[in-house]
């Protein structure tokens, strides 16, 4: 089957019903609203989109400083069309971003269940001695 894949954010109503389709919505730390996670997404350096026709399937974004280092957000895929390459497809979209500006650095946080899907794909989990770390406040 051909996608269509746009290197931009999707409008409010896309994004908001993927997010929800996917569950990603429900594995955020903190209450956000719906507007105010895609306020957030308005604000990523880079946005890489999936559609099946006119709806969206698949998305990931990355925020970034531009020249060393990246962070990758919201990958989500819908559920009916998981398991066919999509969330593979957004991971790589998004790498070859940051080889094209020279970013070699690239984060990210996975969401509970994931991590293997990340190690497939090349990802590593930081050292024990310089562990990644958050706060919620």
Known sequence: MDYIIKEE???FDLFAALHEASGLIKNKK????REQLYTAAQNSW????????EQLIAFGRMISDGVYQALICDVMVDPSYQGKGLGKGIIEGLLQKCQ????????????????????K??????????PGMSILI
């Open 9 to 11: 954010l999707p409008s």
């Open 30 to 33: 903190g209450n956000y609203t």
């Open 46 to 53: 880079y946005c890489y989109s999936i559609y099946d026709g």
């Open 100 to 119: 094209e500006t020279g970013i070699q650095s690239i984060q990210l946080f996975s969401a509970k269940g994931k991590k293997q899907f990340y190690q």
């Open 121 to 130: 794909l090349g990802f590593q989990e930081r050292e024990a001695d310089a």
